[in-house]
T-cell receptor
């Protein structure tokens, strides 16, 4: 069964460093998303991506965040200068028609 | 704007008992509604979805949910809880008019289900 894969599963970084979270969506899907879940809180929408551009983004997705689909298969989330409050589980999702399929997540810990 | 309210951050039931997890939504447009389950240290798995067809939706693992427009509800039920059902459950809504790129999901805060032997 096709699945969304995310790497790494866990990343620890120092405050102020840049991180790139990687995702390989399901191959025939066209819509891609990043969500995050701070420990103990709800899953929050960050950004949606279609046709090689951002289609929608939340207030959380400020200038320190960017997304890219560099090679037609990977979908990346870059956080330019990480802050302590960026520590969270980050989920990638891709969608065909109606339902989104989620990856297992990357747990980002900023120290 | 759309939003989801899940009543009860924690629900505890005995094995074999009825499971009822409540979800109310707010949407100014026809909604698509979803229930996702998250097992510890795992991602989100789709349990079931409502996309404007039948109002009673059956999902995996014996779960079902009924869309009630008059009550703006989409409660999740299972007749008989199993120990393996212990997990966190998230209700989510998206814009039913825009099934593609604009249809990002808005999640509720989640309900943690515990099942006692």
């Amino acid at each position: 069964e096709p699945e969304v894969t995310q790497t790494p599963s866990h990343q620890v970084t120092q405050m102020g460093q840049e991180v790139i979270l990687r995702c390989v969506p399901i191959s025939n899907h066209l819509y891609f998303y990043w969500y995050r879940q701070i420990l103990g809180q709800k899953v929050e929408f960050l950004v949606s991506f279609y046709n090689n551009e951002i289609s929608e983004k939340s207030e959380i997705f400020d200038d320190q965040f960017s997304v890219e689909r560099p090679d037609g298969s990977n979908f990346t989330l870059k956080i330019r200068s990480t802050k302590l409050e960026d520590s969270a589980m980050y989920f990638c999702a891709s969608k065909g028609n109606t339902e989104a399929f989620f990856g297992q997540g990357t747990r980002l810990t900023v120290v | 704007a759309q939003s989801v309210t899940q009543l009860g951050s924690h629900v505890s039931v005995s094995e074999g008992a009825l499971v009822l997890l409540r979800c109310n939504y707010s949407s100014s447009v026809p909604p698509y509604l979803f229930w996702y389950v998250q097992y510890p240290n795992q991602g989100l798995q789709l349990l079931l979805k409502y996309t404007s067809a039948a109002t009673l939706v059956k999902g995996i693992n014996g779960f079902e949910a009924e869309f009630k427009k008059s009550e703006t509800s989409f409660h999740l039920t299972k007749p008989s809880a199993h120990m393996s059902d212990a997990a966190e459950y998230f209700c989510a809504v998206s814009d039913g008019r825009r099934g593609g790129s604009q249809g990002n999901l808005i999640f509720g805060k989640g309900t943690k289900l515990s099942v006692k032997p």
